[in-house]
């Protein structure tokens, strides 16, 4: 069991540019879950998916921000033309999805500064 | 709407001693799942302890445990004998299954310093 893994674990962008990010759960987990956390907060929750099915979409993830997961494996995370305010810490996390509230797995997470 | 509310930002404590780390929440579903995570400086976060709504008896994991009063919703974490190594951010966080597929609510954080 490797863990679930984030790629690239910081990435520095100017504003405008777009940026995507990979999470690679563990191998047999069925959920997968997106998070910013911004400095000085706790997590908040951006979107879900269920194998390769996005289940659920926070408010802020505003249309700038598109995920896939197309083989219910890995996940991507794009941010099409960044602003600042987007700098933060995105987290993934998976889980088995066999039941209620499985424990969830996180990453190291994706450090994002937009200059 | 469900909210977690830790309102300890920081807190200290010498090594081999007891803290307790306090947590609050809110939710109107009578079935809940609450968490307590650490995630220590530029590490990825773990999970230290879990307790489901339903159960009465208080979650306990090693020198963790927690205090859990339904009625008060509150949901604190005391940490026994604590050593260098539990120095971290410790995120309290809720999850019900209504609609919300069990995505996380976390709360702001209390930074924990171990003093030697």
């Known amino acids: 069991d490797t863990g679930v893994s984030q790629d690239p674990r910081h990435k520095i962008t100017k504003r405008g540019q777009n940026v995507t990010f990979r999470c690679d759960p563990i191998?047999?987990?069925?959920?997968l879950y997106w998070y910013r956390q911004t400095l000085g907060q706790g997590p908040e929750f951006l979107t879900y998916?269920?194998?390769?099915?996005?289940?659920?979409k926070s408010r802020l993830l505003s249309d700038r921000f598109s995920a896939e997961r197309p083989k219910g494996s890995f996940s991507t995370l794009e941010i099409q033309r960044t602003e600042q305010g987007d700098s933060a810490m995105y987290l993934c996390?998976?889980?088995?999805?066999?039941?209620?509230?499985?424990?969830?797995?996180f990453g190291p997470g994706t450090r994002l500064t937009v200059l | 709407a469900q909210t977690v509310t830790q309102s300890q930002p920081e807190m200290s404590v010498q090594e081999a001693e007891t803290v307790t780390l306090s947590c609050t929440y809110d939710?109107?579903?009578?079935?809940?799942?609450l968490f307590w995570y650490k995630q220590p400086p530029s590490r990825q976060m773990i999970l230290v302890i879990r307790?489901?709504?339903?159960?009465?008896q208080n979650a306990t994991e090693n020198r963790f445990s927690v205090n859990f009063q339904k009625a008060a919703k509150s949901f604190s974490l005391k940490i026994s004998d604590s050593q260098l190594g539990d120095a971290a951010m410790y995120f309290c966080a809720l999850t019900t299954y209504g609609g919300s597929q069990g995505n996380l609510i976390f709360g702001k954080g209390t930074k924990l310093s171990v003093k030697p």
């Open positions: 998916f269920q194998n390769e099915a996005q289940l659920e």
């Open positions: 191998s047999e987990h069925n959920r």
């Open positions: 996390a998976s889980s088995l999805g066999t039941g209620q509230a499985d424990t969830q797995y």
């Open positions: 939710t109107s579903e009578s079935d809940y799942y």
């Open positions: 307790q489901e709504a339903y159960k009465q």
